[in-house]
């Protein structure tokens, strides 16, 4: 395999993801969790891709240093389920230049693959894109993979895949095909260990 797999090992990113993954979890805390969940998982996915500037502003009595993104940075986010917008709703308020796309699972099953720009809004090719997902669906990531780099000609490094849940099998087929993709998860679980 030659993804380039982060395993995200924060003890609060660990904790968080382990209190979604309980089977009777009320439906307002597991919203709650995957919130802070997402934050997280963004803050470890963009740290190293995201360019900031640092600007003075001098006023007669002081000066005020701020931090600001580059405003020509432009990412899009794409999600297939209700699951996953809670993972990403505090992201607008950091990256006011983001767009979210919600791709469900059938449309993308249903639709021809060059008629989706119908659906997701317009993207630029050097726009980056961030795939989130609580599990991996390896045929949906496969055929937006496919759209993307064939039909939009993203290069694989403008694009990252944030993943809760993803197994060897899951990480194996997509290696096959997108092999420099880079993958951020809280784990990876054998399929054995799954049955």
Known sequence: MKLNIHILSHPIIQYLSSITKEKNLQSNIKNHTLRQLGLFLLYETMR?????????????????????????????????TNTNLSLIQEIQCLLPKCDINFIPIKILDSTNISNLDQIIEIIHPYQKIIIISYNINTQY???????????????????????????????????????????????????????
């Open 48 to 80: 190293n891709w995201l360019t900031t500037h640092k600007l003075t502003i001098k006023t007669i009595n002081e000066h005020k240093s701020i931090t600001i993104i580059d405003t020509k940075e432009s990412y899009t986010i794409i999600t297939n």
């Open 141 to 195: 990531i496969l055929k937006l993979m496919l759209y993307l780099t064939d039909i939009h000609n993203v290069k694989i490094q403008q694009i990252r895949l944030i993943a809760i849940n993803c197994t060897t099998e899951n990480l194996i087929s997509i290696s096959k095909i997108y092999p420099k993709l880079n993958v951020y998860t809280t784990g990876i679980e054998n399929n054995e260990t799954r049955r």
